[in-house]
């Protein structure tokens, strides 16, 4: 998961987001996933999760505060709070580069990493030990997460 902040030129308004990655899969959200399957609920649900634990807790102004979460799921639903955004602050023709490179680098992290969860499967059914060495540790290697997707 990754936490950061930004300030709006225009505003001064500081936006905080959190991202996370979301398993449909989940004991929670599964049953709901079989009945309604087109919907983004695993996504929707951690993006609730993220406003409560969060949203309570920013700095009081000026300037304003906002949060939002960015959630995706594992096979790159994007929750609807998190769409909302990518609309608002990188939408409009001028930043169609900047929205489709984004996208584009979250899709090849999100499918590498489930990836990595097969060959890890693959490993465990097999005793195969987890490899130990550089280049080994997954698509985000060099960056802190909170654990693997699934977990």
């Known amino acids: 998961m990754w936490a950061g902040g930004a300030t709006r030129t225009g505003s001064g308004e500081v936006t905080w987001v959190d991202v996370s990655v979301a ?31 969060y949203a309570h807790a920013l700095p009081a102004g000026p300037p304003s505060h906002t949060f939002t979460p960015l959630v995706w799921e594992v096979y790159g639903r994007i929750g609807p709070a998190s769409a909302a955004w990518l609309r608002e602050a990188l939408g409009g023709p001028r930043l169609a580069t900047a929205r489709a490179r984004l996208l584009s680098a979250i899709s090849v992290a999100l499918w590498k990493s489930n990836a990595r ?19 080994i540790a997954g698509p985000l ?7 693997r997707i699934g977990e």
Not at 117 to 135: E, K, Q
Request: proline residues 11%; glycine residues 14%; neutral net charge.
């Open 141 to 147: 290697e060099g960056v802190r997460i909170g654990a």
């Open 117 to 135: 969860a097969v060959a890890d499967g693959y490993a465990r059914c097999f005793g195969i030990p987890d490899p130990i060495g550089p280049g």
């Open 23 to 53: 398993s449909p899969f989940a004991s929670r959200v599964a049953p709901l996933v079989a009945d309604t399957p087109l919907a983004a609920l695993a996504a929707e649900g951690r993006e609730g999760d993220k406003v409560r634990r």
